[in-house]
């Protein structure tokens, strides 16, 4: 696509509750990268991925946070058990290989009730 | 890992004046320096970056210098705008890892 795209863009869940996020990046971008923004805060790195693979995942915060690249485009990031501190923006962004110019989605709005 | 610092928090400026943002980082290995526009509700987008073999890079109104031995870097916007209004993240890139590092952002108000 033209853009990096991002689903859903709002998302408000309950405590405890399972969810997935999504995102689609630039077509043929083989690096993504997974970061999650609290308000008035930058982008914390979260996990990136080259193609399939996790090449970094030391970001995420504990096990309740997963995310999978199966065919080396779309990805999902999924949270489990979710708890009210996990609230914030999920962004999403993508980059050709051995690239540093990062191109972000407009963010998943995750709210936990 | 990489930690980098931001100055300051929120800068006010009347339209026409200069603003400068500081940044500083911690692991000399860092090579890749981008500067993110973040206005409100919408998503990061880059603005200018630097690389570690350069001192000094412009783009009509904003520019960026860095300072390898001190570990800083600076974005300068000239003839500020009211448009210029939004909150600007730095950030940094080591050699060895793949992640960007934020800053924690500056509040850029211009006032008209």
């Known amino acids: 696509g033209a853009g990096v795209s991002q689903t859903p863009s709002n998302k408000v869940t309950e405590k405890g509750k399972y969810v997935e996020l999504r995102c689609d990046p630039i077509s043929g971008h083989t690096a993504l990268y997974w970061y999650r923004q609290s308000l008035g805060q930058g982008p914390e790195f979260l996990i990136y991925?080259?193609?399939?693979?996790?090449?970094?995942d030391s970001g995420l915060p504990n096990d309740r946070f997963f995310a999978v690249r199966p065919e080396g485009s779309v990805s999902t990031l999924k949270i489990q058990r979710t708890e009210r501190g996990d609230s914030a923006v999920y962004l999403c962004a993508s980059t050709r290989s051995g690239a540093n110019v990062l191109t972000f989605g407009a963010g998943s709005r995750l709210t936990v009730l | 890992g990489e930690n980098v610092e931001q100055h300051p928090s929120t800068l006010s400026v009347q339209e026409g004046d200069s603003a400068v943002i500081k940044c500083t980082y911690s692991?000399?290995?860092?090579?890749?320096f981008p500067w993110y526009k973040q206005e409100l509700g919408k998503r990061p987008q880059l603005i200018i970056d630097i690389r570690s073999n350069v001192g000094e890079k412009k783009d009509q109104r904003i520019a960026v210098t860095l300072n390898k031995t001190a570990k800083h870097f600076s974005l300068h916007i000239t003839e500020t705008q009211p448009e210029d209004s939004a909150v600007y993240f730095c950030?940094?890139?080591?050699?060895?890892?793949?992640?960007?590092?934020f800053g924690s952002g500056t509040q850029l108000t211009v006032l008209p």
């Open positions: 692991d000399s290995a860092s090579n890749y």
């Open positions: 991925f080259q193609g399939t693979g996790a090449a970094d």
């Open positions: 950030a940094a890139v080591s050699g060895s890892a793949r992640q960007l590092t």
